[in-house]
């Protein structure tokens, strides 16, 4: 799918986040941080990042070489306390 979404733990509430961007045709991992959603897209070769709850503020963060698999975000506020 070319699309993000978001909804709520018990299923309901799914809201449309982003939908066909050029950024987004094929995104494989996606993590949440901040007020940002990011993502991976296989064919692009990016990672890309935009704004949460309205999917404004496309910013491609890495264009890669090859196909990137999987996406880590490491900070203090996700690290156990």
């Given at each position: ?56 503020n496309v ?23």
């Amino acid at each position: 799918s070319d699309a993000i979404y978001s909804a709520l733990y018990d299923g309901t509430g799914v809201i449309e986040i982003l939908r066909g961007h050029e950024y987004l045709s094929h995104p494989f991992a996606v993590s949440l941080f901040g007020g940002g959603v990011y993502w991976t897209d296989w064919r692009t070769n990016t990672l890309a990042r935009a704004n949460k709850w309205t999917g404004r503020n496309v910013t491609v963060i890495q264009k890669t070489s090859a196909q990137p698999f999987d996406l880590e975000i490491y900070h203090p506020s996700r690290q156990p306390q």
